[in-house]
Structures are given as structure tokens and as C-alpha cells.
């Protein structure tokens, strides 16, 4: 598509407006390629990947379970009774599926996001900022695909079996609707996004906005809001809570490390 201009070669609000669009249109087409790719392969995405977590096979169970033999506590042990999952909405897996495959699409189709926001905002920064953004596409996806990961192989399992392994009453059986247990699968997405925080710092700090000792001396302001954060994208619960806070609060103290040595390479360049 080419960019028309005005007679300052610059362009009007409108063209920005026009070049936003078709941004987003290409990053919602890429989504939804993919989300039509999960829904064709849906049986395969729901018996091992999204129900995989509940099953005492699944490797991050599997291992807890292995340890905590081994140091003879049984209480270390989770997901070893594996939960029972019903429908009882005529629609319900085929809304499930439709759900399951649209997060799917946006996962996947993560980096190409990215990199359509990229290609509409870097002709506004400045020439060093471009440069020190270089690279930020392939850094943003890499996180957001360890944060994914982390949030699929640790929190999610460890979610599962504390709401599913709760009970008030041993006379109560708890058998989980599809809806309730499939509400917690966002859980990996929001631990992608979260995980950008040390490249956001250190772009920041790059730029010069950002700066190590700003950080260290608003760090319980910075608590205060990532346990915010935390309770906006966990389920209703302390535990799912404090299971994301923890690497919250990790990755915030990174960031402070390497936005030490990004700030003395900030002014060693314009020293």
C-alpha cells in the first residue's frame, strides 16, 4: 500500500488513521488464520494440550508427584485423582471450542501482532530510538512465548488442582462445568503479556525515560500494583494470585539489574 502524503510530506491525521487500519486488519487476519487452523485440529488442542494439565500424566504432575515420593510428603503430590469435567449447555463445547481455537489464534499469531504495531509505530520514533528498539519484535515474542510456557506448565496445573482439589465438605463431589474449568486457560496468554515487563523496562530505560534508581525507589508502589495486576488476570483466589505475583515480583527485580547496565550504556552514549 502506498502512503500518500500532504504537501509537507507529512501525513494527515486521516492517512494515519487509514494506516492504522490496515495494520490491524492484517494482525486480526493473522489471528484468525490461525484460529481456523485450531478449530480443524480442536481434538487434538483440547486432549492434549488444554486437558492435559488436569491428568496425573502430564509431566509438571508427573514430576511433583516423583518428588514428593521421594521425600515421602504426599502433600506435594497434585492432579493425581484426575477431575471429572461435564457439560451441561447444549452449546457449551461448541462455544468452548470456539473460544479455545480464538486464543489459540491469538497466541500463535502473537509475533505477527507485534510486528504489525511495530511496522505503524517505529516511523514515529526518533532515529536512536528506532535503533535501540532494534530487535524488540523477536525480544517481545520470545518472552511472551517463556511467559506462555510458564504459565501453562506451572501456574496452570497448580491452579487446577487447588479450586479442583478444594473442598468444604468431604460429602460434596466436585465435578466442574466445562465453562468454569476453561476460564482458567487464559492463564498462559496473561503470563505471556506479563513476562514483557523486562523488555518494556529496558526500552524504556534506552530512551532515556526509565531509569534503574526511579525503580528502586518506587519498588513498593511497583508491588502494590503488580498484586493488582496479579488479582485482575488470576482466577478469584489468593493462591492463583500469589502464584503470579512471585515471578511478578522476580521479574521486576531483573529488570532493575538490567536496567543497570542499559542505563550506564545510556550515558556512557551521551556522555
Known sequence: MTKKTNNSGEMSFLEHLE?????????????????????????????????????PNFITNRLLCQFAETLNAPNLCINSDPMTIQNINMAGQFSATIMVSLYAGLIVAFPFVVREMWRFISPALYENERKYARGSVASISIMFFIGALFGYFVILPLTIH???GWKASEEIVTVVDIGSYFSITYIPFATGVIF??????????????????????????????LMIVAGV????????MTLVVLPLLLLYEVSIILTKRTYKKYQQNIG
Do not use: C
Not at 490491524?24 to 486437558?51: C, S
Not at 523488555?199 to 500494583?225: C, D, E, N, W
Open 162 to 164: 487447588f479450586l479442583g
Open 196 to 225: 514483557e515487563l523486562p523488555v518494556l523496562m529496558i526500552f524504556l530505560t534506552k530512551v532515556g525515560i526509565m531509569t534503574p534508581s526511579f525503580m528502586i525507589q518506587y519498588r513498593k508502589h511497583a508491588i502494590i500494583v
Open 19 to 55: 494506516e492504522l487500519r490496515w495494520h490491524i486488519v492484517r494482525a486480526v487476519i493473522a489471528v484468525l488464520v490461525f484460529a481456523i487452523l485450531a478449530f480443524i485440529f480442536y481434538p487434538f488442542i483440547f486432549d492434549y494440550i488444554l486437558l492435559a494439565p488436569k491428568n
Open 233 to 240: 488476570i488470576t482466577p478469584p483466589d489468593v493462591f492463583s
